[in-house]
């Protein structure tokens, strides 16, 4: 699918057809293809009017494509309407309305050769099958088409430079802050009155919260604060290590990271998701508008086949565990709850891989937060277009919350393998994000420095 890279695509199916040819409907709805040997695929002309492509199905010596509006045969390398074949229809009471099931027309009889479900959420006649309501919605709301910039909170010392950053926004489309309030390295940088930071000894004040709170408030500014919840040194520490991950080449607290060491408690530890939540409640009632959570995934750099999880109950999967944490913190929350992922865990559906499902995740959070920063992928993936990177990350990840949530991409705002570098590129991303269904985005440079993408927002160059 992509020249001189490796393909960036999942299958709903693949079916060789009479004729000779075979025939995949690629997910996400991104279309079906035809090849002549199976390595080399080009993209079938579909139907204008049947929206996007659910399933291929073999019936006797027909091929059946299922797309949203309508089934088609494949007869002599055309499409044809059936009027007799699988529709769509909702899943029998108990299953969820995202669940879909192909049925024969006349019958409702299900064939055996058919995937009992399509998990992917879709359209009916232009009508989406789920709706968002109460206060679900009302978060939602509130967190919608946020433009935002990350900003470090070491680079706020003295509060006039952080004062100077936020008046270099004015004039700009920015209409929201992302400010860490627990770091990389488990530092809670405020003066947080808890009980449970003074016993970790994790509280070193980098900045009066209360101030910039204010400051924010006055300019308009939706106030997000980010927490990096399980990697975190002050808490891998504490106890001796009761709550850090374990080696087991020598019982000890594992270290991970390649070229940075990287300290991770134990997601399965009841004191780490009583800690962090702790945290994200005081941060809330301080009068933050919106909980971020980053890191909140199982390690992945390192001698990972070492760690060992003493806190595990028999049978949890890690995407059970990181569910389970976010469900605690939506009950202790009620301001809207955004996390960070993997650009790599919202082009696929990863599973268990790092925990990071998002089909589980988006019950209890309101914002999705993937980092598509094209010059983290493939020199040759997808040409390593910022347009079509974040374009097609944004609907995949529309897809796999089944419009659930809000998608609210990382942009790239640093030069790193960036061609070319400048204005155009930042527009490139932006464009991408709302072509692709997201709802904002936010400007990540650890160096606080966006000269280039407060341009682009100003509408200053192309």
């Known amino acids: 699918m992509e020249p001189g890279a490796f393909t960036y695509e999942s299958l709903r199916g693949a079916i060789r057809h009479p004729d000779g040819l075979y025939y995949a409907a690629a997910a996400f709805g991104s279309g079906v293809y035809v090849s002549r040997s199976g390595c080399y695929w080009r993209r079938a002309v579909a139907p204008a009017?049947?929206?996007?492509?659910?399933?291929?199905?073999?019936?006797?010596?027909?091929?059946?494509a299922v797309f949203e509006k309508a089934t088609f045969a494949l007869r002599q390398r055309r499409w044809k309407r059936l009027t007799d074949g699988y529709l769509l229809a909702r899943g029998p009471a108990g299953v969820g309305i995202n669940c879909l099931i192909a049925v024969k027309r006349g019958t409702g009889q299900l064939p055996g050769t058919v995937p009992r479900f399509f998990p992917e959420p879709v359209s009916c006649s232009g009508r989406l099958f789920w709706r968002a309501g109460g206060v679900a919605a009302d978060r939602r709301r509130l967190a919608a088409d946020k433009r935002a910039v990350y900003f470090y909170t070491w680079l706020g010392r003295p509060f006039s430079r952080f004062r100077r950053f936020i008046d270099r926004l004015k004039g700009t489309g920015i209409n929201a802050v992302v400010i860490d309030m627990k770091d990389d390295y488990g530092n809670v940088v405020y003066d947080s009155k808890l009980d449970i930071v003074c016993r970790v000894r994790s509280r070193k004040v980098i900045i009066d919260v209360k101030q910039a709170l204010a400051l924010l408030k006055s300019r308009g500014l939706y106030s997000i604060a980010r927490l990096v919840v399980f990697k975190d040194a002050r808490l891998w520490g504490y106890r001796k290590g009761m709550y850090a991950i374990k080696d087991s080449r020598h019982g000890g607290p594992w270290v991970g990271g390649y070229t940075q060491k990287e300290y991770w408690v134990d997601a399965h530890a009841p004191f780490a998701w009583k800690y962090n939540i702790a945290i994200a409640a005081e941060l809330a009632a301080l009068g933050f508008d919106e909980i971020q959570f980053d890191y909140i995934r199982f390690p992945t750099d390192g001698p990972v086949y070492r760690c060992k999880y003493e806190w595990k109950k028999p049978g949890q999967t890690k995407s059970d565990v990181l569910t389970a944490f976010l469900k605690s913190a939506r009950a202790a929350l009620r301001v809207p709850i955004s996390v960070d992922i993997y650009g790599f865990n919202g082009w696929y559906r990863m599973g268990d891989k790092q925990g990071q499902d998002i089909r589980k995740l988006r019950d209890y959070v309101d914002v999705v937060c993937p980092m598509y920063y094209p010059s983290h992928f493939g020199r040759s993936f997808m040409r390593q277009d910022a347009y079509r990177i974040l374009k097609e990350g944004a609907r995949r990840n529309v897809w796999l919350s089944g419009n659930r949530v809000l998608v609210?991409?990382?942009l790239q705002a640093?030069?790193?393998?960036?061609?070319?570098?400048?204005?155009g590129y930042i527009n490139r991303q932006r464009r991408g994000v709302a072509d692709g269904g997201g709802s904002g985005y936010t400007y990540w440079n650890m160096r606080g420095n966006y000269r280039v993408?407060?341009?682009?927002?100003?509408?200053?160059?192309?």
């Open 408 to 410: 609210r991409p990382y």
């Open 414 to 423: 640093f030069p790193y393998l960036a061609r070319p570098w400048g204005i």
């Open 453 to 462: 993408a407060l341009r682009a927002e100003r509408g200053i160059g192309k």
């Open 49 to 64: 009017d049947a929206g996007q492509p659910l399933a291929l199905l073999r019936d006797r010596e027909t091929v059946q």
